[in-house]
């Protein structure tokens, strides 16, 4: 049986996931009924952890789209500047232990293993869903590693999301669009307000991106709470040029970087992130220019981020992404029109639980589809998808795994042709190359 350094075997980590997946409602897994409308099991078992919440300063990150590439560039530029630097995010792709990372490094499976043993009755007397006991599991763990600064990301919405218990040194709010609507409003006012429920009494919030729809609600919370309101992008510029992208700093400095993310991709998200590098320096970090070039050039080396825009093979290229609602649908739309081929292939697959229509109006019928499905409750059947599709002029079939629907398209396709993998978090997380 191999072990890892600790003595622990991968039978005993498997059987600590299992535990976890099966006894716990999981909303990536199942949706709505593993959905808590309030704070009192993350509160409980924080409360019973001693707090660990309050041991170490944040960042807290929301927002529809960008919130998980922010969170990235922000842990990559906070390492640069020589911090111990805690990552929280979700859904993990691949590893349960890509959600808590510590430096770029997942947490261990010894980690994982011990704290679910040792408070295992803890877990059985509160009965959390999933998502509550993987956000006290990263707090405990970044409270007892003694980090620096931790970079929290929200899981869905932000009033009544688990991580909402920290009291951070400056917010981070991202682009708002419409996903989760039968959770968190229809309207964009109302997911915003949703969204702005991370914003806490006298904390600064940074915006990332002005949008006129929801402006005035982030305005009105943070004079509720006498916070602090920055608007990035009256602060910062992020432009496109031959030597890479063309940053104009709020002094009127001018700075250039490449990115290993496509060009065109994190134009939005940049202005955020240094925002509230800026705040971090007014409150006491060091955070220096070189740092901050070196956490945006190297933001996927030093982070692990997967899944955004990630080649994984040529000749033809073949391409995955995990942009699902239309915002992220759009973005994704305008990295393919800036590339050169001839024939353009989909493997798409998406959840059960969200109009799908809106989304699918979006791809082009010039290409090709093969639409599959993840191995999880709330995916929606392939050939379900396929029937919504073709309503909308998407011509493909179905073919339910996600690797055998890739394989189908390499077959087909040449050499100069694309291939994009993507519809949901969970199928390219099924990519057995990635």
Known sequence: MIQDQQGYSAREYQDVLDYLY???????????????????????????LGNPEHKFKSVHIAGTNGKGSSSHYLAAILQSAGYKTGLYTSPHLKSFTERIRLDGREVTPAFVIEFVRKHKALIEEVCPSFFEITVAMAFTYFAEQEVDIAVI???????????NVILPEVSLITNISY?????????????????????????????TEYQDEVAEVFRKKALQHESQIIFAGEQYSVQLSEEGYRLKMNDGKVLFFKDELLPGYQLKNIPGVLAVCDILN???????????????????????LKGRWQQLGSKPDVFCDVGHNVSGIAYLLNLIGERDYQQLY??????????VKPALSLLPTSASYFFCEANIPRAMPATELREKALELGLKGESI??????????????????????????????????L
Request: charge should be negative; glycine fraction near 10%.
């Open 179 to 207: 996903d989760h609507q039968q959770w968190l409003g229809n309207s964009l006012p109302e997911i915003a307000s949703e969204k702005a429920g991370i914003i806490k009494d006298h904390i600064p919030v940074v915006i």
């Open 153 to 163: 990301e929200v899981g869905m919405g932000g009033r009544l999301d688990s991580t």
């Open 346 to 355: 989909f493997v798409w697959g998406m959840v059960r639980d969200k109009d």
């Open 22 to 48: 099966n006894s716990l409602p999981m909303f990536q897994r199942v949706g709505d009924s593993a959905y808590k409308k309030d704070l009192s099991n993350t509160i409980r078992l924080c409360d019973a």
């Open 282 to 304: 007014e409150r006491g970090f060091n955070i220096p220019e070189k740092a901050v070039i070196t956490g945006l050039e190297q933001m996927k080396s030093l982070t692990g």
């Open 400 to 433: 339910a795994d996600v690797n055998d629907a890739l394989q189908a398209a390499l077959k087909i396709a040449g050499k100069d042709d694309l291939i994009i993998v993507g519809g949901s978090n969970f199928v390219v997380a099924e990519l057995k190359n």
